[in-house]
């Protein structure tokens, strides 16, 4: 099925933080510093709207500052998406809610500012609430309405299940458990054939795609719930590294030529 005449795609930068690469992708230098994006998408559908992930909220500083110490990193806060969606002059009304990749903090943190549903799946949702040192989407999701989806579509792209939003082929959820015991892949075809992967955490950086480079065992240990299962999931990825632009979602170079959303 072909995508829906009208449907844009634009990105909201929100901040980064600093990382080495030796810390990021298995191989990296201490040398080499990474700056992580935190970035949401804007999918705008003639259907109605949608956000993936919310990158930094308006507090942010104090999400970070609740995480254990191992895992706070320096931070540069830029505007959040609720602030870039106003200074657009974006209608909030047509957005239909923030599909979340998965529910750690930098992915999260932006409900903060956003009064729009959450769309997670069943999987994700148990894994948030059985989350002990993270704990930002349990604060920031609460009042939110959580609009859970199952993934009640075929095969797609050698992933076993799916779930198509609009039912026009143009966003379509896959499952991806292994980051977490509820992380997805979403696949959007924009106007022109314009095919993108967001891939959410399975690997933070571009190396995991080109050089076939998983997270070092380390981060493997603290930041995967199965890292069998992201090795599966990221050979899928690159089987259609030539067919699909693939953006991890802490990578600024996935991003590259996805529009910025300009204010007016």
Known sequence: MTNKVGMTITQLPTGTYATPAALAVRGGSFRDRR?????????????????????????????????PFYRRSAHTLGPTAAAQLDAHGYDRSR???????????????GLDSLDVPVWINDDELAYARKATSDRVFANVAAGHELRTYRFDGPAHLGFPASHDV????????????GH????????????????????GDLT?????????????????????????????????IIAIADRYQIVPAHDARGYRGIPVLAPR
């Open 95 to 109: 957005l239909l809610g923030v599909l979340v990749t998965h529910t750690h903090w930098d992915h999260v943190s």
């Open 180 to 199: 977490t015991t509820g992380s997805i892949i979403v696949f959007v075809t924009a106007p022109g054939d314009r095919r993108y992967a967001f891939i």
């Open 35 to 67: 700056d992580f994006t935190a970035t949401a998408v804007l999918i705008e559908h003639p259907d109605g709207d949608l956000l993936i992930d919310a990158g930094f909220g308006r507090d942010a500083g104090a999400h970070i500052a609740s995480l």
């Open 204 to 236: 933070w950086q571009l190396d995991g795609i080109t050089e076939h480079a998983e997270r070092p065992l380390l981060m493997r240990y603290l930041a995967d719930s199965d890292a069998r299962q992201v090795r599966a999931d990221l050979a899928r």
């Open 166 to 177: 609009y039912g026009d082929g143009s966003v379509v959820i896959v499952p991806a458990a």
